[in-house]
């Protein structure tokens, strides 16, 4: 294909062309403009009012009458060029006489009551402008030479102003809809909540997101933060844990409690204190519980196996963990009734061969039999699949035989004066065996706090932070529609919604992000996080100025054109989620607005240690003695109780 040099030729001398017409009529604009000024500074500050020659008592006077004219601006043009042509063109006809021209000037009008003729020497004309204006013509000599760098800084600024009208021309018009608003203003209009709110509570202490200060009733919202890791997330959240510590200390006759799920010691390491609990069965500061500590009532018996046996959502066939839920709260009963209630006691129970546990199960009241139906038959494959289920979801009870105590996760919650922070630690290194003991725990909390009186004062916050590495919590979206009007807040942080769309679903995940009324999002390298989070954050309406451009042989024929177009687009692209520096974060608050933020890269230092591991003593566990199994017998089943 032939080269069309010509286009690009004809474009730069189009260009070219309009930039010398724009530099033209700069010129002569700016011409009109200095000689405007010219005349203003020489008419005020140069000239002065004409004197009249007067005879007083014989003696000659110069009268300024109050309505004497002033010097006129061509008398001191004339001063320093001269108007009358035969001072340039001399004809000296008479050749016997030299010497220098006689100069002569033409008086005008105003001068003439001063001068009281219409022609002088140009020497007198000369003198008698002095005269007028005390010498302040000859300023001029230097004033003039200046004045001329007008031009250069005219031309600047003119080049300037049209510059700045066409960026202003160019720019996007929001029309509708919502919209991208600076840091500074959604800052300030935070700050004017906070003031009026203290208005009320002089002591109270907004919490702080990155750089955002939080208002007591922006504070009280869920809160979701995702990024994938390296981008900032762990440092806010750890600003925004040391903001709610600094917060219960100066509001201590307020309810306030925090639940920590930390899967790095991180959080542990930096903001518990001494007075706090830790709960994690491989640490050594690990608080002692007991499973039955939360039976408190009959019913409770199904609320917490509820929790513990949630089917996952990619499960084909939730008989199988109802099953499991059903045989082991049972087995539960059956050990509250032996009054045998200790962890140690839990595991060995369901570690049994089945035949056993079933043999275990008969001698309950007829009431209670109802999940033996699943285990009826100790050799079957569905025996052996449901008791399966069972075990797996009770492998942490294998850490937690020695480490009774009296702790309960519900009193936690319902005791009004428990003002501790509550550190639950979930290690990734062994994050898969206590995955469903962590999530049983939050589980029951949350049951908990839903269970409580409404209270405009109380507040207890969930952090939970990796959201994806937990199990499937059937009350989280309980939670987050009701738990505001009891005082739970929930902040929850991920890298992205594709854990939550795997373990909830995929048409949940609309429903769980739109019960967040504030949001903060860093880099995200999942697109499909991306687009829904895109969507999510709304379009807006804007009118787009449209720049084109035509050229011509024919000169007329140059010319650009400007045209508006209306356009609906989204407000944050899914590329701009993908491509956020680190630090950087967009932060969307419900009724507020959206803005783009950077959050301060502060870190805290360690005031603990992060895990203190604990020893389980191996060799110990290797030198004990196996249990003694009995046979499977073979005797006619036992009679059912009453």
């Known amino acids: 294909m032939p080269t069309r040099a010509y286009v690009a030729h004809d474009k730069a001398v189009s260009v070219v062309r309009m930039y010398i017409q724009m530099t033209v009529v700069g010129f002569v604009l700016g011409s009109i403009l200095y000689c405007a000024l010219m005349a203003a500074v020489v008419s005020q500050f140069i000239a002065g009012p004409v004197p009249e020659v007067r005879f007083v008592n014989g003696t000659t006077r110069l009268v300024v009458g109050p309505d004497a004219p002033r010097l006129p601006l061509f008398a001191i043009i004339k001063y320093f060029v001269s108007f009358n042509p035969r001072n340039y063109f001399h004809f000296n006809l ?72 066409n960026k202003k021309s160019s720019k996007t018009r929001f029309v509708r ?158 050990l509250l009734r032996e009054n045998q209630t200790s962890n140690r006691q839990i595991w060995e129970f369901f570690s049994q061969p089945l035949q056993q ?130 005082g739970g807040f929930l902040v929850l942080a991920n890298q992205d919604l594709g854990s939550v769309a795997h373990i909830y679903g995929h048409d949940q995940k609309e429903t769980f992000l739109n019960n967040f009324n504030l949001h903060l999002v860093f880099r995200t390298n999942d697109p499909t996080t991306a687009d829904f989070l895109s969507k999510a954050f709304g379009e807006r309406e804007v009118v787009k100025k449209l720049h084109s451009s035509q050229m011509s042989p024919s000169d007329l024929g140059d010319r650009f054109s400007i045209s508006d177009q209306e356009k609906l687009e989204k407000i944050v692209l899914p590329t701009e989620f993908q491509s956020l520096p680190d630090f950087h974060a967009y932060l969307k608050v419900a009724n507020y607005g959206l803005t783009r933020m950077e959050t301060p890269r502060k870190f805290l230092p360690l005031v603990r240690e992060e895990f203190v591991p604990r020893n389980f003593g191996l060799q110990q566990m290797l030198a004990e003695k196996s249990a003694s199994v009995s046979q499977p017998q073979t005797a006619a089943t036992p009679q059912l109780a009453p």
């Open 357 to 486: 546990i079933r043999d275990a199960l008969y001698t309950l009241p007829t009431r209670e039999l109802g999940a033996l139906k699943h285990i009826d038959k100790a050799d079957s494959n569905q025996a052996a699949s449901v008791i399966s289920i069972l075990q797996e979801r009770l492998t942490f009870f294998r850490y937690l035989t020695d480490s009774d105590g009296t702790f309960s996760f519900r009193r936690f919650i319902r005791d009004e004066t428990e003002r501790r922070s509550l550190f639950l630690m979930n290690i990734r290194q062994y994050d898969a065996i206590f995955r469903s003991l962590m999530s049983f725990v939050i589980d029951i909390m949350i049951r908990e706090v839903l269970s409580l009186s409404d209270s405009q004062s109380r507040r207890i916050t969930f952090l939970i932070d990796e959201f994806g590495s937990l199990c499937k919590m059937p009350s989280i979206f309980d939670f987050l529609t009701m738990g505001r009007s009891k």
């Open 94 to 165: 008479n050749p016997s006489k030299h010497g220098a021209p006689d100069l002569q000037e033409f008086v005008g009008a105003e001068l003439q009551r001063f001068l009281g003729r219409q022609i002088v020497s140009r020497e007198a004309y000369r003198a008698a402008v002095r005269l007028i204006t005390h010498g302040r013509v000859e300023e001029l000599r230097w004033l003039f030479p200046v004045s001329l760098s007008f031009f250069p800084l005219f031309g600047v600024c003119y080049f300037l102003a049209f510059r700045a009208l």
């Open 177 to 334: 809809g919502a919209d991208l608003i600076p840091f500074l203003r959604m800052k300030a209009k935070l700050q004017v909540a906070i003031q009026r709110e203290k208005k009320d509570s002089p002591n109270l202490v907004p919490l702080q997101l990155g750089e955002a200060p939080l208002p007591d009733s922006v504070s009280r919202r869920h809160t979701l933060v995702l990024g994938t890791s390296g981008t900032g997330k762990s440092a806010c959240l750890n600003n925004y844990l040391r903001s709610l510590n600094q917060r219960r200390e100066a509001c201590r006759g307020e309810v306030n409690k925090a639940i920590i799920y930390d899967v790095k010691g991180e959080f542990t390491g930096k903001h518990s204190r001494t007075e706090d609990i830790l709960f994690y069965p491989f640490d050594q500061r690990s608080v002692p519980w007991s499973f039955f500590n939360e039976v408190l009532d009959y019913p409770d018996l199904d609320v917490l196996c509820t929790s513990l046996y949630e089917p996952p959502r990619d499960s084909r066939d939730s008989y199988w963990y109802n099953a499991a839920r059903d045989v082991f709260r049972t087995g539960l009963f059956y």
